[in-house]
């Protein structure tokens, strides 16, 4: 699912951990985890127990400024 504050509310709200993938097009070790990591039996698995997110940090923008500052 795509970031956004309206689904980490509802996360928070159904009291679900969040798990937030900040990837981008040119880091090659997202598209490894995209390809390898994700899809592996065990991971998937574990998966079901978050609200997996998905944020966009091929570009710069303001909100990724703020999400590094809220999450470091």
Same mark, same amino acid.
Request: with cysteine; aromatic share 12%; glycine share 2%.
């Given at each position: 699912?795509?970031?956004?504050?309206?689904?980490?509310?509802? *996360?928070? !709200?159904?009291?679900?951990?969040? /798990?937030?993938?900040?990837?981008?097009?040119?880091?090659?070790?997202?598209? %490894?985890?995209?390809?390898?990591?994700?899809?592996?039996?065990?991971?998937? *698995?574990? !998966?079901?127990?978050?609200?997996? /997110?998905?944020?966009?940090?091929?570009?710069?923008?303001?909100?990724?400024? %703020?999400?590094?500052?809220?999450?470091?």
């Amino acid at each position: 699912v795509e970031y956004s504050e309206d689904a980490l509310a509802q *996360a928070q !709200a159904e009291g679900k951990p969040v /798990l937030i993938d900040f990837w981008a097009d040119w880091c090659a070790a997202c598209h %490894e985890m995209i390809e390898h990591t994700f899809p592996h039996p065990r991971v998937s *698995a574990l !998966a079901t127990q978050f609200v997996m /997110l998905k944020f966009d940090a091929t570009n710069e923008s303001e909100k990724l400024k %703020e999400l590094r500052s809220k999450y470091g």
